[in-house]
């Protein structure tokens, strides 16, 4: 998509989005740059929200000013990547997370900054670079152990370390149907176990029940804990009820 187009495209969904949303919003800024990741180099930067603070007691649309900047050139290079690139619906679900990111400054909620930061981590995992073990924990939390990262889904479950010894098989709940896998030889700290029989993008992680020393330990970076991946079989054994 030429830059005109997909100025004019960004304008139009800019366009669509009910004007009740658009409190504190002076804008939409649609450039060409490709702005690269500062730490991932494969990683672009498709728009940002350009938000300033003015001081004040009272947060809301007269003292949080944002404007939602697109970038055409980061758009290109992953459209250059991939054959079948939505450029619409990449405009659209851009524009909405960065809208998201002003309304929580409106509420001085951060959750999506953590979700980003859930985004970043799982980049690094999968290009086998160092990653934080709980990233997932940072992504939109669905309840039941469940967070949502991009599109991914972990199931998290926490085993004793007896607990798991004796099990013979791990049980999955997913969306009303039961699922059986196989156990993985060894529990450690966190344990990403995936599996063909599960839908696609739903990931199971264990995590190893800790004394709150070790979580301490965890959180002031004293300990590495032990990361495993494992892919393993499994069945369907069906719905739940």
Not at 82 to 91: A, L, N, S, T
Request: charged share 30%; aromatic share 12%.
């Amino acid at each position: 998509m030429k830059f005109h187009d997909f100025e004019r495209a960004a304008r139009r969904a800019f366009e669509e989005i009910p004007q009740g949303y658009l409190e504190g919003i002076d804008g939409l800024v649609v450039s060409r740059d490709a702005p690269v990741h500062p730490t991932l180099p494969d990683v672009y930067t498709l728009g940002q929200c350009l938000t300033e603070e003015h001081l004040s007691d009272y947060a809301g649309p007269d003292t949080t000013r944002s404007m939602i900047a697109l970038y055409w050139g980061s758009f290109r290079a992953l459209a250059n990547k991939d054959p079948d690139f939505d450029w619409e619906g990449e405009i659209w679900e851009t524009l909405t997370h960065e809208l998201r990111h002003h309304l929580e400054s409106l509420a001085g909620d951060d959750a999506l900054e953590g979700v980003d930061y859930a985004a970043d981590e799982t980049f690094k995992r999968h290009e086998g670079l160092d990653f934080d073990p709980w990233y997932w924990q940072h992504g939109e939390a669905l309840g039941g152990g469940v967070h949502h990262v991009e599109g991914d889904h972990y199931v998290e479950q926490v085993w004793g370390a007896a607990d798991f010894e004796r099990a013979s098989h791990l049980d999955l709940t997913w969306r009303g149907v039961r699922y059986r896998l196989d156990k993985p030889d060894t529990l450690g700290d966190v344990h990403f176990v995936w599996s063909e029989v599960l839908p696609e993008r739903v990931e199971l992680v264990l995590v190893r029940r800790r004394s709150w020393w070790e979580d301490v330990r965890r959180v002031i970076g004293a300990s590495r804990p032990a990361v495993l991946e494992s892919e393993v079989e499994g069945e369907r054994i069906g719905q739940v009820g």
